[in-house]
């Protein structure tokens, strides 16, 4: 079970994909905006954070939002929206953008692979403070 957090305002869209989200297990944290999503988690860190397109004008808090090691951010608008460029920040800090609800079956699969990457990063992290104490 994986925790993600989810940051956006289109209420329908962000509701259906928490569904599909908790039926595969996982654990759903929300926010409204990037400046809400730091009180939403605590001290908890998300292994994915879902932040939909229009949430990304407050670049310097996007980035901001404490990731899991191996955790990436995902982008994500609904049908209707007009995608304008993002800062190539937040381009190059996010593992993919997605088209939802259409792409949720392969939000699921980014969701599966993060968290396979972040099992083997946490035991390069084991081996290496083992060999560090040896």
């Known amino acids: 079970m994986a925790s993600l957090l989810i940051v956006g ?4 869209l962000i509701e259906g994909i928490s569904q599909t989200l908790t039926a595969a297990g996982h654990q759903i944290f929300f926010a409204r905006s990037l400046a809400d999503a730091l009180d939403a988690v605590g001290d908890l860190r998300p292994i994915v954070v879902l932040v939909e397109r229009s949430a990304i004008d407050e ?7 404490p990731l ?9 608008h609904g049908e209707d929206a007009v995608a304008s460029p993002m800062p190539h920040r937040v381009q190059r800090a996010t593992l993919a953008e997605l088209e939802l609800p ?12 993060v968290e396979v990457r972040a099992q083997i990063v946490g035991r390069e992290e084991q081996d290496f ?3 560090a104490g040896a």
Request: glycine residues 6%; aromatic residues 8%; charged residues 25%.
């Open 9 to 12: 305002t289109d209420t329908a």
């Open 59 to 65: 670049i310097r808090m996007t980035l901001r939002v």
């Open 68 to 76: 899991a090691e191996g955790g990436a951010f995902v982008v994500f």
């Open 102 to 113: 259409l792409e949720a079956p392969r939000l699921l699969a980014l969701i599966r692979y």
């Open 129 to 131: 403070a083992a060999e």
